[in-house]
């Protein structure tokens, strides 16, 4: 797993940590809500992400999480593209 970095543009923060594993590279993102709380998302190489219902109290913990969802789980609940089948579409 590769390592973390924090960006921030004023109104919103972010740390995001970019997970490699088999050669597939997934991002998890914890994102800063309006309230201080972190929403969590992990996104795949299309563009796609998976989002977190629940909120945690730190970037560190949403970050956490969602590492230990891809160490659990495995990459491929992450890759699922069913519904987003238009990404691939070569006429669009």
């Known amino acids: 797993m590769k390592g973390g970095s924090i960006m921030e543009d004023g ?3 972010k740390l995001i940590k970019e997970v490699s594993i088999e ?3 997934l991002i998890v993102i914890a994102s800063r809500l ?3 709380s972190w929403q ?3 996104q795949n190489v299309y563009g796609i ?3 977190w219902l ?3 109290p730190s970037a560190r913990l949403a970050i956490e999480a969602g590492v230990q969802a891809i160490d659990k789980e495995g ?3 992450f890759m699922d593209t069913e519904g ?3 990404l691939f579409d070569e006429n669009v």
Do not use: D, K
Request: glycine share 8%; charged share 25%.
């Open 49 to 51: 992400s998976s989002n």
């Open 40 to 42: 969590l998302s992990v």
């Open 54 to 56: 629940e909120s945690f």
């Open 34 to 36: 309006e309230t201080g």
């Open 75 to 77: 990459i491929e609940p």
């Open 23 to 25: 050669g597939v590279e």
């Open 11 to 13: 109104t919103e923060a």
């Open 84 to 86: 987003f089948e238009y």
